[in-house]
């Protein structure tokens, strides 16, 4: 399996984004920008089968990274920019696909954090997570070759400027919408 390998290097931007404390729910769906109001059309981009993000500097910059492994297993994780801002971060992020989501894992999960991944009433899976020095993500598996909706908000607001991934060879550093649909290149 051939895997690529990207750098990830933040723009002095994101190094500078504070964030804040404090998680309330979101609608599944998220809104192009505010909050209960779902987008009339969600985009639709490529993500590189089997390509990999590489040398995310965890504290560093805010972030959540999808990638999607052939046979249809799909990886999320969150950085925050705690080293700079002092602050840490309060991911809420929602992933459904296409065909559904079959199973899911979490990933470096601390529970005196309060994170926590779980089902949703429409079979979506849930993550809710404060990140500061680390990661925290999870995995989920899809149909091969399904394509997944990521909704992610960040201190309650809508971020999709902070969703990464590869696509057509290239690092994709935000996205035109929240949430965005993720189809991936081969399988």
């Known amino acids: 399996m051939h895997r690529q390998l990207f ?13 804040t404390y404090g998680v309330e729910p979101h609608p599944i769906g998220g809104g192009g920008g505010s909050a209960g ?13 089997d390509a990999t993000i590489a040398e995310v500097s965890f504290g560093t910059g805010a972030g959540v990274f999808v990638e999607y492994a052939s046979g249809g297993t799909w990886r999320v994780f969150t950085s925050c ?3 700079t801002s002092r602050y840490s971060c309060q991911f809420d992020i929602i992933v459904d696909a296409s065909d559904g989501v ?3 894992a979490p990933e470096g999960l601390e529970s005196s954090d309060g994170d926590w ?5 429409d079979g979506a ?13 999870l995995t989920f598996v899809t149909e091969p070759g399904a394509t997944a909706r ?9 971020a999709p400027r902070y969703i990464y991934w590869v696509g057509d060879g290239g690092l994709h550093r935000g996205a035109p919408s929240n949430p965005i649909d993720l189809a991936p290149s081969a399988d």
């Open 7 to 19: 750098a990830l290097a933040f723009p002095l931007a994101l190094l500078a984004s504070a964030c």
């Open 37 to 49: 109001a779902a987008p009339t059309s969600v985009p639709l981009s490529t993500i590189d089968t």
């Open 102 to 104: 079959q199973d899911f």
């Open 125 to 137: 899976v849930r993550l809710v997570a404060t990140t500061a020095y680390g990661s925290d993500g």
């Open 150 to 158: 990521i909704d992610v908000f960040l201190d309650d607001a809508p």
């Open 81 to 83: 920019d705690t080293k």
């Open 117 to 121: 991944v779980d089902w949703t009433d």
